[in-house]
């Protein structure tokens, strides 16, 4: 059983495939905050700025197999010239993501994108994976297409991750979770000079902006 949060047709927002057409399915679940605002100080991962509770959200749902959860995500992909792609994600998508679901997604001819906290272990068959560590939790995965790291964290700063052996190193200013939905938020924008700064100094690293959020699309 599958439990989605929501799913959408959008462009992805940032890192190394920003601004590719992608069938985004977010999962219900993280394991390092449950999503409850009332939790949040206590939580691993305090500065979240994503709602994953539930199955609410658009085209979002309970879904009993991995073959009922692959057609669903087909038929939001239009038809149209381009390779399919889906981004799983979250919450935790390594929480629900197994092997059945990478071959049923495969089977429509899907490319799967997976954004995780690296806490978890990847089912095999992943064709682009995404690592963005979260504060001190563990991270189990030392090898991925993407690097995007929270930027800055006092416990999981850029020199902490020098041994993950990935094609792209990104850093993306953290926003603040209490920011107005309109409206200029601080936080995020000091955040943008220090990340930049970083960059600078230490090349390996680019820097990635939120596209999704600056023009206004899921």
Not at 149 to 175: D, T
Request: aromatic residues 10%; charged residues 25%; glycine residues 8%.
């Amino acid at each position: 059983m599958y439990r989605v949060k929501e799913a959408f047709y959008t462009l992805q927002g940032e890192g190394a495939q920003a601004g590719r057409a992608a069938v985004f399915c977010r999962f219900s679940k993280c394991n390092l905050w449950n999503g409850r605002e009332r939790d949040r100080a206590r939580a691993v991962c305090s500065f979240c700025d994503t709602d994953f509770v539930g199955t609410d959200g658009q085209n979002g749902g309970v879904f009993e197999t991995a073959e009922a959860l692959a057609d669903h995500l087909w038929r939001l992909w239009p038809s149209a010239p381009g390779r399919p792609y889906v981004v799983c994600t979250g919450g935790e998508p390594l929480l629900q993501l197994d092997d059945a679901l990478v071959a049923a997604l495969h089977r429509r001819g899907f490319e799967v994108g997976v954004e995780t906290n690296g806490t978890l272990p990847p089912p095999a068959g992943i064709d682009w994976l995404c690592v963005s560590p979260k504060a001190d939790a563990p991270v189990v995965v030392d090898r991925c297409d993407e690097l995007k790291l929270v930027f800055p964290q006092p416990l999981a700063m850029p020199e902490r991750f020098e041994h993950i052996q990935a094609r792209h190193y990104f850093l993306s200013p953290m926003a603040s979770p209490a920011a107005p939905a309109s409206g200029e938020d601080t936080v995020k924008l000091a955040n943008t000079r220090k990340a930049t700064e970083y960059c600078l100094a230490h090349p390996r690293w680019r820097l990635t902006l939120q596209m999704h959020k600056l023009i206004g699309i899921d």
